[in-house]
């Protein structure tokens, strides 16, 4: 699947919540949208399910647009944090609705998923608890395998074991039916070894895209004497600088190219502390 944003904006008021993104995502790939609250990731994803429009600009999925096209509605799947199924529906009648929307719902999967995730068939979705609830969303995400398949906050009110059990059911299930799965999640470095590629966004624009593992290689902190530092960094793209008593460290997003290191330790960054730098930048930006 190949989607293209073109000046995409969504206006609430006289708030941009989304301003002029324009970038393209491909599939099949495992993909991190991520962002603060407010960033504008669901706006996006919303407006990518087709289920909202927007004020400017376009989104095309393989050169169709998304809005107003019921079949193309079909191939995609969203599961929110919240909302995704009428209270006083059972998991039973869940299950039959997805068979009847979704074209290449896999119903062996999601009998063998609701055994996992121990969810009977006969419970209403209001008489399950937050956990329960999110576990039916990733049943549906999962089983759906629609070629977009989106997770924006799935797992609320689900423990450890429970999010692990996701993680596996993705990397699985993408192995057998590989799709676009865009996750949406807080939970940056818990899942951060599922991605593909990285977006972030930040208030309503798109400040990074780009492969994980060259974020790996790419984003680093050196820590060293102040001279073999300022050496070390002259040139190069500096996220954050801070001092520990004698000790200098500086975030950097390397050019890619080898720097004589000596002197200095190097420290990989999480993408969750890039998320916050990229952010605070950013802010520090719009304030100057």
């Given amino acids: 699947m190949h989607i293209e944003i073109k000046n995409l904006t969504k206006k609430y008021r006289n708030h941009n919540v989304l301003d002029g993104l324009n970038f393209t995502m491909k599939g099949p790939a495992i993909v991190g949208f991520l962002g603060h609250n407010g960033a504008g990731k669901t706006s996006f994803l919303n407006i990518l399910s087709g289920l909202i429009a927007p004020s400017e600009g376009s989104v095309s999925i393989d050169g169709r647009s998304v809005l107003d096209n019921g079949e193309l509605m079909k191939n995609i799947c969203i599961i929110g944090e919240t909302g995704n199924f009428p209270a006083h529906v059972t998991v039973a009648q869940v299950l039959k609705l997805n068979k009847l929307f979704y074209p290449n719902w896999n119903e062996e999967l999601a009998e063998q998923l609701l055994v996992e995730f121990s969810l009977n068939k006969k419970m209403k979705v209001k008489t399950m608890s937050k956990g329960m609830v999110s576990a039916l969303g990733i049943i549906t995400g999962v089983a759906s395998d629609a070629p977009i398949t989106i997770f924006d906050e799935?797992?609320?009110?689900?423990?450890?074991?429970?999010?692990?059990?996701?993680?596996?059911?993705?990397?699985?299930?993408?192995?057998?039916?590989?799709?676009?799965?865009?996750?949406?999640?807080?939970?940056?470095?818990?899942?951060?070894?599922?991605?593909?590629?990285?977006?972030?966004?930040?208030?309503?624009?798109?400040?990074?895209?780009?492969?994980?593992?060259?974020?790996?290689?790419?984003?680093?902190?050196?820590?060293?004497?102040?001279?073999?530092?300022?050496?070390?960094?002259?040139g190069q793209q500096i996220l954050h600088r801070s001092q520990f008593m004698k000790e200098y460290i500086a975030v950097i997003m390397s050019d890619g190219q080898e720097h004589d290191h000596t002197g200095l330790k190097r420290e990989a960054v999480k993408l969750q502390e890039l998320l916050i730098l990229l952010s605070k930048n950013k802010r520090k930006e719009h304030i100057q």
Avoid: C, W
């Fill in 154 to 234: 799935p797992y609320i009110g689900m423990d450890a074991a429970g999010r692990q059990l996701f993680y596996n059911l993705l990397i699985d299930q993408f192995s057998i039916t590989p799709r676009l799965i865009i996750l949406s999640t807080h939970l940056v470095d818990e899942a951060s070894e599922l991605f593909e590629e990285v977006y972030i966004m930040h208030e309503g624009k798109l400040i990074l895209q780009q492969s994980y593992e060259e974020l790996q290689s790419r984003v680093f902190k050196v820590k060293g004497k102040l001279e073999d530092v300022e050496r070390y960094i002259a």
